[in-house]
């Protein structure tokens, strides 16, 4: 299949008549559409699955209103109801070795107070009416619904894919669908219905009345369980989206200052915490300062000094030791004069005496003196401990000023109250919403878990009343053969469609893993993927034989297993399809963006049409991308005419992007 067109008339933020070709050639098979968010990007994606599915189109906010409320929504604003909108969508396929050319013309105005929807189908430029008619059907010939998820999807979904939860939901629905299982499952299904009705062909009135009440209660609870589960898809995909507007809302909040608005008291209080440890360091440090601390200066001088007082006596006790040999001596004259007549010889003892004093208890010439308890205070390592102290001080001083004028900083760029409130305000109702999301997806979980007990309830209940009437209608011979045969079916079923599950199975975890492997920087780090047959739950097999569960992978690791699942499942469904992809890169991280560019996109199908915003298929991504790109569009709103439109091109010098995508 090839997309050769597509026409919006007055569709959304389109008014008037657009018409956008598609076509591309062998070896170029990229479309690639330009648009800043809000310009319509999202808008022409819809318009080709309103085309193709109408009432089963998953476009966006479709979930959250009627099929004829989402078609006014539609109309362009600036035009009156009454003269409407329309999508055509052209596409060229090609069967019982035929080319057809389709186009599929879907047009809808207000009349009164209902929605007219008027439907037309051209093959080869003939009014095919019956087509037309059944559109619903032949689409499925084409395109299966049930697989269109893998072929329009956003980065969005493949962020919500990351999850293992979710891509094992979708490798699930994915392969019923492409392999008929799910066909295979309502025939066994169908074949109990038989076999309830046969049991219970001739039975009384009251138990016929019984079992149908009860089989109406399981078809009631089935549509109501069915409902809840669009409903819970509605509110996850709305759940994403959501998230994204409340990280974008956190950075516009962040970039304004709210987290330093949230943060202006705890600021303030460590603010007061650092000037006063600010206040107890320097008023350390002064104290250090009017001791000892000085002397550090002096370096071996102080040494020095020290060395040479240790070596003489302090001035005291050469006085003490003065006073007292004088005494001595004085008693020794006075004993020599009482022992000796001699009186030169006391004499010229006494000169001796007061000579060997003088020599003896007088300090010598340049000697250092110091007053008590001084050298043991003055000490070189008392003075060294004091300098070891002050460094240390200084150095945490040094610290808390650095910290202190940070502190300030953010203080000073806290803003206003009144310029954070809207946005504050807004993140608050987001968070608050998201809240509400949450509550509302937790008790829709639990009813469909509640829907799908009391079916399965009903349904032990349906059994033992069709074995108990069967028991009392031995005797019809017919209905027990039907029945026989029905179970043999049933079986052979079963064990049919467990064998292609098994068998196709191992297919796809092959495609997975090629894909996978395409798609990794590090080849070496897979040898292979696998898929649980009972929860479909992927594990990746590293070299060395070891199962690494997908939620061990990292983040990017598993947005690439999400892109080569997608992929995987487009090459096994047997068709070839065009992929459309919108915002291709929002969701991926940096380092995973340029493998995506290079190896998925020019493979991933014989057309692929990305819708890009300015932050993604720029600067290296768009070089990479450039050699594959059949045609190339930029969506621009025009303020004069109110209305957006297509043009040929992209985003200006694309190449001014690089260090921005770098």
């Known amino acids: 299949m090839i997309f050769e067109e597509v026409i919006l008339h007055n569709f959304g933020v389109y008014q008037g008549r657009h018409t956008v070709p598609l076509e591309v050639s062998a070896g170029r098979p990229v479309v690639l559409v330009g648009a800043m968010n809000g310009s319509g990007k999202t808008t022409f994606l819809d318009s080709m699955q309103l085309a193709l599915y109408g009432k089963s189109a998953r476009c966006t906010g479709r979930e959250r209103v009627s099929y004829n409320d989402y078609l006014v929504s539609m109309i362009n604003r600036d035009v009156a109801p009454a003269q409407g909108a329309g999508v055509e969508f052209a596409f060229r396929t090609r069967s019982n070795g035929q080319d057809s050319r389709i186009r599929v013309k879907r047009t809808w105005s207000v009349r009164g107070q209902s929605v007219k929807e008027n439907l037309e189908v051209f093959r080869d430029g003939v009014l095919d009416e019956v087509a037309s008619e059944r559109w619903q059907e032949f689409v499925e010939d084409f395109m299966p619904s049930q697989i269109a998820d893998l072929f329009f999807f956003d980065g969005e979904k493949i962020e919500a894919l990351a999850d293992p939860t979710r891509s094992a939901s979708l490798l699930r629905v994915g392969v019923h669908s492409l392999l008929g299982i799910d066909l295979v499952e309502s025939l066994i299904k169908s074949l109990q219905q038989v076999e309830r009705k ?28 069915k409902a809840l589960l669009r409903q819970l898809g509605s509110l996850r995909t709305s759940d994403d989206s959501l998230k994204q507007r409340i990280d974008t809302t956190k950075e516009e909040f962040k970039r304004l200052g709210g987290d330093l608005f949230e943060r202006h008291n705890q600021l303030q209080q460590e603010k007061s915490l650092l000037e006063r440890r600010k206040s107890e360091l320097e008023n350390m440090l002064r104290e250090l300062a009017s001791g000892v601390l000085p002397l550090s200066l002096l370096g071996n001088l102080l040494q020095n000094a020290i060395d ?95 910290r202190l004028s940070a502190v300030d900083a953010n203080l000073s760029a806290v803003p206003d109250e009144s310029a954070i409130a809207p946005i504050q305000k807004r993140l608050e109702g987001l968070l608050l919403e998201e809240t509400k999301n949450s509550l509302q997806v937790s008790m829709l979980k639990d009813e469909a878990e509640d829907c799908q007990r009391r079916i399965g309830n009903i349904v032990i209940q349906m059994d033992r009343e069709s074995d108990r009437i069967r028991k009392e209608l031995l005797s019809n011979e017919t209905s027990d053969r039907v029945i026989s045969h029905s179970a043999h079916a049933r079986s052979s079923l079963s064990t049919f469609r467990d064998h292609l599950l098994r068998q196709n199975l191992d297919r796809l975890q092959i495609s997975i893993s090629t894909c996978f492997r395409r798609l990794l920087r590090k080849q070496s780090l897979v040898s292979s993927v696998v898929i649980c047959p009972e929860t479909f739950q992927l594990s990746v097999i590293n070299p ?42 929002s969701r991926l991280d940096s380092r995973h963006r340029g493998t995506i560019v290079r190896n998925y996109f020019p493979a991933a199908s014989h057309q692929v049409i ?6 993604e298929v720029v600067g290296r991504y768009y070089s990479a991308l450039e050699q594959h790109i059949g045609r190339q569009y930029l969506i621009e709103h025009d303020e004069v005419k109110n209305t957006s439109l297509f043009r040929e091109g992209y985003f200006a010098s694309p190449m001014e992007y690089e260090e921005q995508a770098a």
């Open 308 to 402: 040479r007082a240790s070596k003489r006596c302090s001035a005291k006790e050469l006085t003490l030791l003065r006073k007292v040999s004088t005494e001595r001596d004085k008693a020794l004259i006075k004993f020599l004069r009482d022992v000796t007549k001699d009186k030169s010889l006391v004499t010229t003892i006494g000169d001796y005496l007061e000579s060997d004093r003088q020599s003896r208890f007088s300090p010598s010439v340049g000697s250092l003196t110091f007053p008590d308890g001084m050298v043991e205070q003055y000490r070189p390592e008392h003075v060294q401990a004091s300098k070891s102290q002050a460094v240390s001080l200084l150095a945490e001083l040094l610290d808390t000023k650095e």
């Open 544 to 585: 060395g034989g070891s199962v690494v569960p997908a939620h061990r992978l990292s983040a990017g690791e598993r947005q690439l297993l999400a892109v080569a699942t997608l992929w995987a499942l487009s090459q096994a469904s047997g068709r070839h399809l065009p992929t459309v992809i919108d915002t291709p890169l």
């Open 610 to 615: 990305l819708l890009s915003t300015d932050e």
């Open 198 to 225: 046969r049991k219970t062909t001739g039975a009384g009135l009251a138990d016929r009345k019984n079992f149908e009440a009860l089989q109406t209660q399981r078809l009631e609870l089935e549509e109501r369980q």
